[in-house]
């Protein structure tokens, strides 16, 4: 019986898919009866999968998102320092929303940041899974599982393995380079395309902005002060900040999921939301300088006009230190979006997959998964 063509990269972790389940995973994608569910995971799954992480990550989590606007919003002026550095505690921040909005007002910026993340998270995911899906055909990103040439002991066991690897993940496997390479380009091109959204966000959850009660009318008043250019605004220091955050975030995720996966009997949503959390502890920690320079240059342009600029004033205002204002929230706020965003994201993807009976997908007939 031939073997269905091209020879792409399984999407089993090596360190999940034991000799069993590798040649059961031959097995049964070269039998006829399993191609028809190869084409399941299409890409309104993809959309739709994206779609409810964004939205879930984002209502969970806008506290901390605006919290640590405010904190990196603080700068030498007189009025950031009446408060001192008492202001710019989290406890004190917490206080002050708490004293001038009440409890809603943690929830500042939550329609904007819905508006930004549903559809963004959704296209940054069939963007990831397309491109990693063109990666794959690339022999120098592509990741190929070994087959061993023994076969299973029986085939009862077989079927198990399969299984079992089967429900482990939904994605196509790539070097390191290829992840870096993948995130990268998809991060920053659906940044780039969000970008007026994602100023408008910043400047609802800054309270420099109180006169901002709709999104139609930030983006006119956006327009009415700065023009098209402020729409873009930061957009420099957020391309700086994503496109190696979601690069190296794949690689440490690829890497978490293969070192956890060995770990017998590991739930799927344990696997992929503590992967999800390594992977966005030490992607937020290299990535959080540019970070503060890009919510600088969005709440307040008039002093941080560039990206230079906006670095020589946050040393100016509070030394090398003031690079890292607001790293614990934005870690908090990073690793529980991956944790929720991740998990909810493979596991609706693993649910729709094996709904429908479907073995592993045919790289040729789906997109690529993300990692």
């Known amino acids: 019986m031939s073997l269905p063509p091209p020879p792409l990269p399984l999407p089993i972790p090596n360190a999940i898919a034991g000799p069993s389940s590798s040649s059961s995973n031959l097995s049964s994608s070269s039998s006829p009866s399993s191609s028809k569910g190869k084409t399941n995971l299409k890409a309104s ?43 710019r505690r989290i406890r004190a921040v917490v206080k002050q929303v708490l004293r001038e909005d009440g409890v809603p007002g943690l929830w500042r910026g939550t329609v904007p940041t819905l508006v930004r993340n549903v559809p963004g998270v959704a296209i940054y995911f069939y963007s990831l899974s397309a491109i990693r899906h063109k990666l794959s055909s690339i022999p120098y990103f592509a990741v190929t ?15 198990a393995a399969g299984s079992s690897s089967r429900s482990k993940s939904a994605l196509t496997k790539l070097s390191s380079g290829g992840n870096l390479m993948a995130g990268a380009i998809a991060r920053t091109s659906v940044g780039f395309v969000l970008s007026p959204i994602t100023v408008v966000k910043a400047r609802f959850e800054s309270n420099r902005y109180a006169n901002y009660h709709s999104i139609p009318g930030a983006l006119l008043s956006i327009y009415r002060t700065n023009g098209i250019r402020g729409f873009f605004q930061g957009f420099t220091a957020t391309a700086v900040r994503d496109a190696p955050y979601a690069g190296m975030y794949l690689v440490f995720y690829e890497k978490g999921k293969d070192l956890i996966g060995r770990i017998h009997g590991i739930p799927n949503a344990a696997l992929h939301s503590s992967s999800g959390v390594m992977a966005a502890v030490f992607a937020t920690l290299l990535t959080s300088p540019a970070d503060v320079v890009k919510t600088r240059m969005q709440v307040n342009p008039a002093d941080h006009p560039s990206l230079g600029k906006a670095v020589a004033r946050i040393l100016a205002d509070r030394g090398a230190l003031g690079l890292f204002s607001g790293t614990s929230l934005r870690i908090s706020r990073k690793a529980a979006s991956a944790a929720i965003g991740w998990t909810v994201y493979e596991g609706l993807l693993i649910f729709l997959r094996d709904r429908n009976g479907s073995g592993i997908a045919q790289p040729s007939e789906q997109l690529g998964r993300v990692s």
Do not use: Y
């Open 145 to 159: 599982v070994p087959i061993p040439a023994s076969a299973p002991s029986s085939p009862s066991s077989s079927l």
């Open 45 to 87: 799954h993809h959309l739709m999968s994206g779609a409810l992480s964004g939205f879930s990550s984002a209502v969970v989590l806008q506290p901390l998102d605006l919290l640590k606007t405010r904190l990196q919003q603080a700068s030498g002026s007189a009025s950031a320092q009446e408060g001192g550095l008492k202001r």
